[in-house]
C-alpha cells in the first residue's frame, strides 16, 4: 500500500469513527472555533487533573480534514501537560508549512517519527486552502489553554 493511500485510510477512519466525541459533564474550560469560509465547526472541552489533560471532548461538524484533525489531536493531548500539548501544536502547525526551500519540516523518510497518526495529514499542504482546515482544532485548542 502507498504511503499516499495509508495516509488516505487514516483520515477517513478518523472522519468516520472520531474519537473522543462524548461530551464531558464538567469541563474545566471550552472552546469553540469555526472557519466562516468553510463553515468547519469545533468544540473542544477540557478537564484537567493538575497541569495533565484527563479528559478531552471533540465535537463539531465539517469537513474530513477539519473534524479527522480534531479526532487525531483529541488522542495526542490526553495524559499531556500544558507544555507538552503546545509543543505538540507548534510541531503539528510546523509541519503543516514548508521550509524557505520548500522542503517537508520532518522527516519525510520516517512517516510517524514526529507526530504519529498526524503526520497522514501532511499531504494537505498541496492543497494551501484546506491547510486551515486542519489548523482550526490546533488553534481552539491553543485558545482553550489560554483561558484555562
Known sequence: MALEELYREVILDHYRNPRNRARLDAPDVTAEGVNPLCGDEVLIELSFDGDTVEAVSITGQGCSISQSSASMMSEAIKGKTRDEIMQLSERFRTMMDLDSNGELRID?????????????????????????????????????????
Open 108 to 148: 519525510p523518510d520516517r512517516p510517524g517519527s514526529v507526530l504519529g497518526e498526524m503526520e497522514a495529514l501532511q499531504g494537505v499542504r498541496n492543497y494551501p486552502v484546506r491547510i486551515k482546515c486542519a489548523n482550526l482544532p490546533w488553534t481552539t485548542l491553543q485558545e482553550a489553554l489560554a483561558d484555562a
